[in-house]
């Protein structure tokens, strides 16, 4: 099992730029496909960026294709997600998770973190 804690969001004006982090615990983490989500209020969780184990394949949905970017560090047991150019409708809860075999740009995926606010002013 995998416990994930995300930190790193805030308010920001549009057209700016943050950086997330999400730590995970255990010696495993390496063996995990990693994952960032977001939700909006009254809206469902949706698919933002993942990346495989080993870092060599990712994903990004088409919303943030070109604004962001998935990175992770094995040694540190954390994944990343570089978010530029922001907008307003970028406003949601980010939340990081995990899975187990293949990285998939699903919501299919197994240990989830609590999420970390990202506001994007107009």
């Known amino acids: 099992q995998v416990q994930l804690v995300e930190s790193g969001g805030g308010l920001v004006q549009a057209g700016g730029s943050l950086r997330l982090s999400c730590a995970a615990s255990?010696?495993?983490?390496?063996?995990?496909?990693m994952g960032w989500f977001r939700q909006a209020p009254g809206k469902e969780r949706e698919f933002v960026a993942a990346i495989s184990w080993s870092g060599g394949s990712t994903y990004y949905a088409d919303s943030v294709k070109g604004r962001a970017t998935i990175s992770r560090d094995n040694a540190k047991n954390t994944v990343y997600l570089q978010m530029n150019s922001l907008k307003p409708e970028d406003t949601a809860v980010y939340i990081c998770?995990?899975?187990?075999?293949?990285?998939?740009?699903?919501?299919?995926?197994?240990?989830w973190g609590q999420g970390t606010q990202v506001t994007v002013s107009s």
């Open positions: 998770a995990a899975r187990t075999g293949i990285v998939v740009p699903t919501i299919a995926y197994d240990y």
């Open positions: 255990g010696r495993t983490f390496s063996r995990y496909a």
